[in-house]
């Protein structure tokens, strides 16, 4: 199944989505996405944290949840995640 690109990320609370934005299909291992992030004011930088997690399940339709991630921002347009773990915060 190939990943489908989020198409507009103002829908998202921007202090929310600082961290993470990613494309996640559903299963149990990582996924790299590159996500233009125009609408997010982003530094530099490496960020382990806590943040949305956008999934687009099987369905095609977009579920969100907090996960722990590791964020690398490349530039203030564009953000190479790697999701951590599936860990859900309640």
Not at 8 to 28: C, F, H, M, Q, W
Not at 33 to 40: D, M
Not at 64 to 74: K, P
């Amino acid at each position: 199944m190939a990943l489908r690109r989020i198409r507009s990320l103002k829908e998202i609370d921007p202090e929310t989505a600082r961290s993470l934005v990613a494309n996640y299909v559903g299963d149990e291992h990582p996924v790299e996405s590159r996500v233009h992030a125009t609408a997010i004011q982003m530094q530099k930088g490496r960020f382990d944290t806590y943040g949305v997690c956008l999934e687009i399940n099987s369905s095609g339709r977009l579920t969100s949840g907090l996960h722990y991630v590791q964020a690398i921002v490349e530039s203030n347009a564009t953000v190479k995640i790697w999701v951590a773990k599936n860990r859900e915060v309640g």
